[in-house]
């Protein structure tokens, strides 16, 4: 197969090779034990005791390894990890990577044992996010159990949620992640945020869930806006935004209702200073069906910026 064959979305013609949910995200963290608080106790996951244990790693169904927190002054997203269907298709996905100019490595066993998967390649998107690719990831031997969201988590093959990324360059990202890694745009929100200042942010999908990832060219510092988890049950919405005003943990953004997927949600501040949401009841994206929309506003109600207190 050449590479104008395998290259040739930006023809119109048919992406070959796509990723089908997000597996996991690594994050680099400067405070361990305030991540492991804020993880299970505010969010409701599950701490997994790593084999070498120079990382952290957090849980939300029965995958090993959802959240890999690595020792590091970045305090940001380092690396996604895409899931694959199978093999095949990891390699082919590496070649239409390769053909589409996106110089790409397999990992050594090591890395690939450190992700519990049995081969890994590596990239990086056109703002310098280190990309992960995958398949067949390990499980944990220990069910899930959560004390603070007893009704755990949407994954499986919706995977984990969903980021949204600081993007350094709107057409060099959009190129990347629709023409090389398959994904079909779900809606745009062009929010205006001054006098002659309006933000486009992109909402791809790759599965049912309506955006696994979007990106906007904010000139934020972080490679990363926020990643989102969505509850099973909308009380644990509730109940997570109780816990955090019962600590001293940020309101960001307060309840609301996206307008776009729909996503009843509030926003809270890491330990990183990114944001995390916490949701439920996104809408599920019908390939046959959807129509792709435009919207001037981020939520139907709330979201509102709390006050800010003094000293925060
Ligand atoms: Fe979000």
Wanted: net charge negative; glycine share 10%; charged share 25%.
């Amino acid at each position: 197969m050449n590479p104008r064959e395998i290259y040739s979305s930006r023809l119109g013609e048919v992406v070959l090779f796509k990723v089908s949910r997000l597996g996991y995200l690594v994050l680099e963290v400067s405070d361990f034990p305030a991540w492991e608080y804020f993880g299970t106790e505010i969010l409701g996951l599950m701490a997994e005791k790593n084999g070498s244990g120079d990382a952290l790693c957090l849980r939300m169904d029965g995958q090993a390894q959802r959240f890999r927190l690595e020792s590091g002054p970045a305090d940001d997203l380092i690396c996604l990890g895409f899931e694959v269907e199978s093999e095949a298709a990891l390699e082919g996905l590496a070649k239409q990577l390769s053909a589409g100019g996106h110089a790409i490595q397999e990992c050594d066993s090591e890395t690939a044992t450190s992700r519990g998967v049995p081969r890994l390649f590596r990239t990086n998107d056109p703002s310098g996010l280190e990309v992960e690719f995958f398949y067949d990831i390990q499980e944990s031997k220990v069910p899930f159990v959560s004390e603070f969201v007893p009704g755990g988590f949407v994954t499986g093959n919706e995977g984990l949620g969903h980021v949204v990324l600081n993007a350094r360059d709107h057409n060099e990202t959009e190129k990347f992640y629709r023409d090389l890694l398959g994904m079909r745009l779900s809606d745009r929100i062009a929010m205006r945020i001054g006098p002659d200042v309006s933000l486009d942010t992109d909402f791809y999908h790759v599965n049912s869930r309506h955006h696994t990832l979007a990106f906007a060219e904010s000139g934020l510092p972080k490679k990363m806006h926020h990643f989102m988890i969505e509850a099973r049950e909308m009380d644990a919405v509730g109940q997570a935004y109780d816990r955090v005003l019962a600590s001293d943990l940020r309101i960001i953004n307060t309840l609301g209702r996206h307008s776009n997927d729909k996503m009843f949600s509030f926003y809270v501040r890491t330990p990183s200073r990114f944001e995390v949401e916490f949701g439920w009841g996104g809408v599920k994206v019908d390939e046959e069906t959807w129509e792709v929309e435009h919207y001037d506003r981020g939520s139907l109600w709330g979201h509102h910026r709390p006050p800010r207190p003094t000293g925060q």
